[in-house]
């Protein structure tokens, strides 16, 4: 075959490749979005600056203990990954208010590459409560959300009563982020990748990505349809994990040094099994800089404490609670 034909050929098998994976992206685009749109009765879109910020408030089931938890999801999720895990069970005395953080699960973006910013989402966070009406609130944070956690206890003091992390990211760590989540941060390649390869990739390998997550204990039955955990194959909410998780290590460099200014009851949860946020270069680091704070290490478990250790979890962050001061 002469090279002109070749070239032609590769071209041809190219575009036919390309044309394939953005059907199947846009099919699975499809799918999110109808996942995206059922509703909750209990769901609350809430105006900020930029859009709205996606809101669950769960009203205390029993006798209320006068306390506001707020949760706030990792990397790669949303919300539900804590309301169907430990949110439920807190809210059996507590109000429990959770967030899409901004360009996950149903919330806007409110904005570009600058949301990326743990400072940014925290803004928004507090604009949020404060259209609510809603006072000092017990700050959960979970893996990347530890950044925004940490952030409102040490720039929103007037909003926050106590903080818990579990497996919290707070400090810098050795290397950097994965391939996929440099490119698809990158401009211009990055929109490519994201609109034709991710969505069939993604299903490919979603199942060993959830698992991997979840090590060394296995993923709990149900957790992908519970969760809407496939919402993070959309375009737009893979482009924004990507630039999250890609931005994350040089914010911590600048903040982690000002954690012995938080004052507040402060709860930290890791696992001695964790290998994304390893418990050494995190948790650890941050029980010797804030003041009077619990460092709670469980044996076995990995990167998900809140639902492979729910009871000890629950425990640990009502007991936090409760050194808090009610709100009227």
Not at 56 to 64: E, K, N, R, W
Not at 292 to 318: N, Q
Request: glycine share 8%; aromatic share 4%; charged share 20%.
């Amino acid at each position: 075959m002469r090279p002109a034909k070749v070239a032609t050929f590769v071209i041809a098998a190219t575009l036919t490749l390309a044309a394939l994976l953005a059907a199947a992206s846009a099919v699975e685009a499809r799918r999110g979005e109808q996942l995206a749109a059922k509703t909750n009765a209990e769901t609350l879109r809430v105006p900020v600056r930029g859009g709205t910020l996606n809101v669950v408030i769960l009203d205390p089931q029993g006798a209320p203990s006068g306390r506001t938890l707020l949760l706030l999801h990792g990397a790669s999720g949303n919300l539900k990954d804590l309301e169907e895990s430990i949110g439920r069970r807190l809210a059996a005395r507590h109000r429990v208010i959770l967030v899409d953080r901004p360009g996950h699960g149903r919330s806007d973006r409110l904005g570009g590459r600058e949301m990326a910013s743990p400072a940014a989402q925290a803004d928004a966070v507090v604009q949020a409560l404060e259209a609510l009406k809603v006072g000092r609130v017990v700050v959960v944070g979970h893996s990347w959300a530890g950044s925004v956690a940490t952030k409102l206890a040490l720039d929103h003091p007037d909003h926050v009563s106590g903080l818990a992390l579990l497996s919290g990211a707070t400090h810098p760590w050795p290397g950097g982020v994965a391939w996929y989540n440099s490119l698809a941060a990158t401009p211009l390649i990055g929109d490519l990748f994201v609109a034709t390869i991710v969505a069939p990739v993604g299903l490919a390998t979603f199942d060993r990505s959830i698992a991997s997550v979840f090590a060394p204990r296995s993923t709990p039955p149900g957790y992908v349809e519970r969760t809407d955990a496939k919402l993070i194959l959309r375009p737009s909410e893979f482009r924004a994990n990507a630039q999250d998780l890609t931005d994350l290590k040089a914010f911590l460099r600048v903040q982690a040094p000002r954690y012995g200014a938080i004052r507040v009851p402060t709860t930290i949860v890791t696992s001695d099994k964790d290998g994304i946020v390893a418990p050494e270069v995190h948790s650890r680091p941050l029980a010797r800089q804030i003041r009077g704070s619990r460092l709670v290490v469980i044996p076995g478990v990995g990167h998900m404490p809140h639902w492979s250790a729910t009871d000890r979890v629950v425990d640990e962050i009502d007991a936090l609670a409760m050194k808090t001061p009610a709100q009227k």
